[in-house]
């Protein structure tokens, strides 16, 4: 079973930087790509970005393209979303996902959130 443990959120200003990262355990940590979701009150969860299992690709949301970085450390079982020039917009709960191999198959985990708060 795979447990992914979230952390880095917090209250900041427009245009600041958070870095996530989400801790990953219970499973070969290489054997399965990531991804980035985030949920706003009132809104669907919506993807952010996702990165293949050996870190090489990578794939964003057009929304924050260009203003986040994914990257993983396999030896440190964990996944990054370094976020900067961050919007008011960006306020949402932020979600380490589990895919069951490539990005392309089924989400298989999740954790428990992270809440990030941009104040204008």
């Known amino acids: 079973q795979v447990q992914l443990v979230e952390s880095g959120g917090g209250l900041v200003q427009a245009g600041d930087s958070l870095r996530l990262s989400c801790a990953a355990s219970?499973?070969?940590?290489?054997?399965?790509?990531l991804g980035w979701f985030r949920q706003a009150p009132g809104k669907e969860r919506e993807f952010v970005a996702a990165?293949?299992?050996?870190?090489?690709?990578?794939v964003y949301a057009d929304s924050m393209k260009g203003r986040i970085t994914i990257s993983r450390d396999n030896a440190k079982n964990t996944v990054y979303l370094q976020m900067d020039s961050l919007k008011p917009e960006d306020t949402a709960v932020y979600y380490c996902?589990?895919?069951?191999?490539?990005?392309?198959?089924?989400?298989?985990?999740w954790g428990q959130g992270t809440q990030v708060t941009v104040s204008s």
């Open positions: 996902a589990g895919y069951r191999s490539s990005w392309s198959s089924p989400i298989d985990h």
């Open positions: 219970g499973r070969t940590f290489s054997s399965y790509a």
């Open positions: 990165i293949t299992r050996n870190g090489d690709t990578t």
